[in-house]
T-cell receptor
Framework: DQQVKQNSPSLSVQEGRISILNCDYTNSMFDYFLWYKKYPAEGPTFLISISSIKDKNEDGRFTVFLNKSAKHLSLHIVPSQPGDSAVYFCAASVYNTDKLIFGTGTRLQVFP | EAQVTQNPRYLITVTGKKLTVTCSQNMNHEYMSWYRQDPGLGLRQIYYSMNVEVTDKGDVPEGYKVSRKEKRNFPLILESPSPNQTSLYFC???????????????FGNGTRLTVT
């Protein structure tokens, strides 16, 4: 049973435009959400996180939005750059516990 | 440089031949974990450790063993590998004994294992 779902396996966006990556979860106990970015031949790297007490968290070009009632979060990248081309994983956890559940990933390609 | 180091990066082996994938971190992290990445399944946790001599099963522990004798090392052991363990494996660590806002996971660069 996939508790964290990324229903779009891939996304293609033109440079300078907005990239929106989506993630849905089923476990209402999740209260801490993260996005990781992964380049080929490297491990995932932490990008941005959000707790359930917020509905938005911003870090430079990256903004994560959380809609608790819909059990949905999204990552916005504005403006998108070719270097953003990577696989993006969302992950969810119950705060201060030991388990982090990952989604299946979305491959973002930013073309010139 | 703060990092999580896994070895080897690539490994091809045969069914039943015991192997160990090493993982070491130089950040004095208490929490360490192993994940496997498979197409369409994302990253799934195999085992994790909250501190020395403290380990626990993740979501897919069958066929794997781990040990945590020292804080910096967390090897993954496959006693009798099978083809369904062909995968990309990641070791990760974080500062605290549990995941929180100030201690996101730091990942190694992965070990691609093929079992024939």
């Amino acid at each position: 049973d996939q508790q964290v779902k990324q229903n779009s396996p891939s996304l293609s966006v033109q440079e300078g435009r907005i990239s929106i990556l989506n993630c849905d979860y089923t476990n209402s106990m999740f209260d801490y959400f993260l996005w990781y970015k992964k380049y080929p031949a490297e491990g995932p790297t932490f990008l941005i996180s959000i707790s359930s007490i917020k509905d938005k968290n911003e870090d430079g070009r990256f903004t994560v939005f959380l809609n608790k009632s819909a059990k949905h979060l999204s990552l916005h990248i504005v403006p998108s750059q070719p270097g953003d081309s990577a696989v993006y994983f969302c992950a969810a956890s119950v705060y201060n516990t030991d388990k982090l559940i990952f989604g299946t990933g979305t491959r973002l390609q930013v073309f010139p | 440089e703060a990092q999580v180091t896994q070895n080897p990066r690539y490994l091809i082996t045969v069914t039943g031949k015991k192997l160990t994938v090493t993982c070491s971190q130089n950040m004095n992290h208490e929490y360490m974990s192993w994940y496997r990445q498979d197409p369409g399944l994302g990253l799934r946790q195999i085992y994790y450790s909250m501190n020395v001599e403290v380990t626990d099963k993740g979501d897919v522990p069958e066929g794997y063993k781990v040990s945590r004798k020292e804080k910096r090392n967390f090897p993954l052991i496959l006693e009798s590998p099978s083809p369904n363990q062909t995968s990309l494996y990641f070791c990760a660590s974080s500062l605290g004994p549990a995941l929180n806002y100030n201690s996101p996971l730091h990942f190694g660069n992965g070990t691609r294992l093929t079992v024939t």
